[in-house]
């Protein structure tokens, strides 16, 4: 069965540091994209970075980074120099394409809080 | 830059009676999809869409649940008969492209809307 688990509920960080959020994940399908999602207080959704199962490096976007660990299983995000709007959930995400056709499977996310 | 819309942002209802949420995809995306969210609980897949008809969709997509591209922009979730347990944050999204397309695949959330059941 497909699973994604992130162990962290909550999560502080001071302003400017760095911090990592957890994430594994769980499919037997060797073709799969990995993707973390914000979601500030107001609610919506916003995507920030996508890791592909066969790439050989790991994705970054701007402050944003994936640690990808593939035969761990672990797709954790590193948001590096902190800043208060970054204070949201953080949810973890997976397609895996083993029969499907590729709907998104959440972990129950991380609320980060960045401290001035 | 493109984004996925959604109407209304907030719906209250009664027990009992049909919602239509609306959303408006990317323009050039082909793939479609509706999530909701329980409060404090984690996003949950509905249905996915493709093509004008239905890709794949969950066990909460029961028979009280429909979607619908009436026209070339809008992209519609029904739902004919509320129940209390309906009262969550539904999200749509979009996709240009699905399986293994690299970045290409991911999928683009609209803003949500906010439904509460009475």
């Known amino acids: 069965a497909q699973k994604i688990t992130q162990t962290q509920p909550g999560m502080f960080v001071q302003e400017k540091e760095a911090v990592t959020l957890d994430c594994t994940y769980d499919t037997s399908d060797p073709s799969y994209g990995l993707f973390w999602y914000k979601q500030p207080s107001s609610g919506e959704m916003i995507f920030l970075i996508y890791q592909g199962s066969y790439d050989q490096q790991n994705a970054t976007e701007g402050r944003y980074s994936l640690n990808f660990q593939k035969a761990r299983k672990s797709a954790n995000l590193v948001i590096s120099a902190s800043q208060l709007g970054d204070s949201a959930m953080y949810f973890c995400?997976?397609?895996?394409?083993?029969?499907?056709?590729?709907?998104?499977?959440f972990g129950k996310g991380t609320k980060l809080s960045v401290k001035p | 830059e493109p984004e996925v819309t959604q109407t209304p942002s907030h719906q209250v209802t009664q027990m009992g009676q049909e919602v239509i949420l609306r959303c408006v995809p990317i323009s050039n995306h082909l793939y479609f999809y509706w999530y909701r969210q329980i409060l404090g609980q984690k996003v949950e897949f509905l249905v996915s869409?493709?093509?004008?008809?239905?890709?794949?969709k969950s066990e909460i997509f029961d028979d009280q649940f429909s979607v619908e591209r009436p026209d070339g922009s809008n992209f519609t979730l029904k739902i004919r008969s509320t129940k209390l347990e309906d009262s969550a944050m539904y999200f749509c999204?979009?996709?240009?492209?699905?399986?293994?397309?690299?970045?290409?695949?991911?999928?683009?959330f609209g803003p949500g809307t906010r439904l509460l059941v009475l």
């Open positions: 995400a997976m397609r895996s394409y083993g029969g499907s056709q590729g709907n998104l499977i």
């Open positions: 999204a979009s996709s240009e492209a699905l399986l293994s397309s690299g970045s290409r695949e991911t999928q683009y």
């Open positions: 869409f493709y093509n004008n008809e239905i890709s794949e």
